[in-house]
Nanobody, 128 residues
Framework: QVQLVESGGGLVQAGGSLRLSCAAS????????LGWFRQAPGKEREFVAA????????YYADSVKGRFTISRDNVKNTVYLQMNSLKPEDTAVYYC?????????????????????WGQGTQVTVSS
């Protein structure tokens, strides 16, 4: 059974930092892109960041570019999201996602339809 488990969410003041982790089990995703999405109350889920299988290519939403950094450890089957300079508008449930469509293809997709597996989410709340 494939599982993606996020951790690291919490409450932080504006300007602060958090580091999210997402550990996969049940299969390895070292050959596939991984991504982060988020969903704020009353809004649709939106793309945050993605990373290619090798880590050599990353892609960010404009709203987080320069503040968030996605990385991965293929040995640990884990993806991370370092979030700095947090803003109240970053408040959301954050989900990690794993692609299983094109192994070793060097891309970092932003389309949620590219991802087959999803975590349960972790809450991030940024107070002003």
């Amino acid at each position: 059974q494939v599982q993606l488990v996020e951790s690291g969410g919490g409450l932080v003041q504006a300007g602060g930092s958090l580091r999210l982790s997402c550990a996969a089990s049940g299969r390895t995703f070292s050959r596939y892109p991984l991504g982060w999405f988020r969903q704020a109350p009353g809004k649709e889920r939106e793309f945050v960041a993605a990373i290619s299988w090798s880590g050599g290519r990353t892609y960010y939403a404009d709203s987080v570019k320069g503040r968030f950094t996605i990385s991965r450890d293929n040995v640990k089957n884990t993806v991370y999201l370092q979030m700095n300079s947090l803003k109240p508008e970053d408040t959301a449930v954050y989900y990690c996602a794993a692609n299983d469509k094109r192994p070793y293809f060097n891309y970092a997709p932003s389309d949620s339809g590219e991802y087959a597996y999803w975590g349960q989410g972790t809450q991030v709340t940024v107070s002003s």
